[in-house]
C-alpha cells in the first residue's frame, strides 16, 4: 500500500491539514491576544507559574526555553507546574497562567483554585469547559483558544498565545516581532515542502530511517531541550511508538558508557542528534565525540538541525519537523495519529479510583 493509500485509510481526523495548517496558528493567536481587551499591564511581575499537563504544558516549557536565550527576559523567574500542588513562593508578585486546551484538566483546574487564594494576578487559557467557568465565576480574563484539536495538535496557539500575553503586559522588554516574522515565513514555506507525498519530502525520508526503531534523542540542555521533549511526545503520541531522550553534556557521563548491552536491542535503535548554530563550543565538540563512538560500534546515527537566523525560528522549524515525521511514521506504522487509547484508558481506569 502506498504512503497516499495508507494517509487515506488511516487517517480519519485528517491529521495532515491540521498539522499542514500549523503556521496559521501562529497568526491567529497572536490577532487572539491583540483584541483580547481584558488583558492588562502587570508590573512589579518577576515571577511566572505556568500550569499545564501535555500538549498545554508544551508551551509553556518552549517559551521558557526560548526566553532564557533571548536579552530583555533575564529578571523573569518563569516554571511550568506539572502537578495538583502549586509551589509555596506564589505571591502577589507572581503571575499565574493556567493553560489547558480542553478547559478540563484536573491537575491544572486543582492548581488554580490553590493559587487565587494566594494572587489575583491569574489568567486562563482554554477553549471552555470547567476552567473557563471557573475564571468567569473569579472574573479571571480568558484567553480563549479555537477548539476542535488534539492538545498536540494546538502548539502554535499556545505558544504564541502565551509569547503574545508577554508581550501585551509588558512583561517582557524585547521586541520579537521580527523573529515570529521570520518564524512564520519559514514554517508556511516548510509546509508546502512537507506535505507532498514523494520520496524527495525530508520528513518522510526521515521517518522512513526511523521505521520499527526504538528512537532516541540527544540535544543540547538549552534552546533544544523542550523541542527534543516535544519530538518525543509527538512520536508516542502519533506513531504510537517508543522514544526516548536524554540531554548533552549530562548524558557524556553517565548514558554513553551504556551502549554495550543487551547487544540484541542496539541494532534496533535508532540515535538522532539534535543539533543547533548556537549550541555551546565544547557540546559541538562532545556531538562530534559522541557520533564517532556511537558509529563505532554500528549504532545507527542521524543528525537534524533547524533553519533559521533567530533562535525562535530554528526552534518551530525543528518542531515543525518533528510533528511532520512523528505523522509519516503514524501512517509507516499503520495506525491513526489522532486517538490515544492507552491514554484514555488510563483516565478511565484514574476516573474510577
Not at 86 to 110: C, M, R
Not at 155 to 164: H, I, Q, R, W
Not at 197 to 202: A, R, Y
Amino acid at each position: 500500500m502506498s504512503l497516499s493509500e495508507r494517509i487515506s485509510e488511516l487517517d480519519g481526523f485528517n491529521m495532515f491539514d491540521i498539522i499542514k495548517s500549523f503556521p496559521k496558528q501562529i497568526i491567529t493567536a497572536l490577532n487572539i491576544i491583540e483584541n483580547n481587551y481584558a488583558l492588562k499591564s502587570y508590573s512589579g511581575i518577576n515571577k511566572v507559574l505556568i500550569l499545564g499537563m501535555g500538549g498545554s504544558a508544551i508551551g509553556g516549557d518552549l517559551l521558557r526555553s526560548y526566553l532564557n536565550v533571548v536579552p530583555g527576559a533575564n529578571h523573569l523567574n518563569i516554571q511550568i507546574n506539572r502537578n495538583y500542588d502549586i509551589p509555596n513562593h506564589i505571591d502577589n508578585h507572581t503571575l499565574v497562567i493556567a493553560s489547558s486546551y480542553s478547559g478540563d484538566t484536573e491537575e491544572t483546574l486543582s492548581g488554580v483554585s490553590q493559587a487565587s487564594e494566594k494572587t489575583k494576578n491569574i489568567i486562563c487559557v482554554t477553549t471552555g469547559g470547567a476552567l473557563s467557568k471557573y475564571a468567569v465565576k473569579h472574573q479571571f480574563p480568558i484567553v480563549k483558544l479555537p477548539s476542535g484539536l488534539q492538545p498536540r495538535a494546538a502548539l502554535g496557539y499556545s505558544f504564541f498565545a502565551l509569547l503574545g500575553i508577554f508581550m501585551k503586559a509588558g512583561i517582557i522588554n524585547v521586541d520579537v516581532k521580527s523573529e515570529i516574522s521570520e518564524t512564520y515565513t519559514l514554517l508556511d514555506k516548510k509546509s508546502a515542502i512537507y506535505s507532498v507525498i514523494d520520496d524527495t519530502n525530508p520528513a518522510i525520508i526521515l521517518a522512513k530511517s526511523l521505521h520499527n526503531k526504538a528512537i532516541v534523542l540527544y540535544s543540547a540542555s538549552d534552546r533544544t531541550d523542550i523541542v527534543n521533549l516535544r519530538w518525543r511526545g509527538q512520536i508516542h503520541e502519533n506513531a504510537k511508538n517508543l522514544a526516548f531522550g536524554s540531554l548533552m553534556p549530562e548524558m557524556n557521563h553517565n548514558e554513553i558508557n551504556s551502549f554495550s548491552f543487551p547487544e540484541h536491542v542496539l541494532n534496533e535503535i535508532q540515535i538522532l542528534l539534535m543539533r543547533d548554530n548556537d549550541d555551546h563550543p565544547r557540546v559541538k565538540v562532545r556531538f562530534e565525540a559522541v557520533e564517532q563512538l556511537l558509529k563505532s560500534k554500528n549504532i545507527n546515527t542521524l543528525t537534524v538541525s533547524g533553519e533559521g537566523n533567530s533562535v525562535l525560528a530554528r526552534i518551530f522549524d525543528l518542531i515543525y519537523l518533528g510533528d511532520w515525521v512523528s505523522y509519516y511514521l503514524a501512517m509507516l506504522n499503520n495506525v491513526d495519529p489522532t486517538p490515544i487509547p492507552l491514554i484514555l484508558e488510563l483516565k478511565k481506569i484514574l476516573s474510577e479510583k
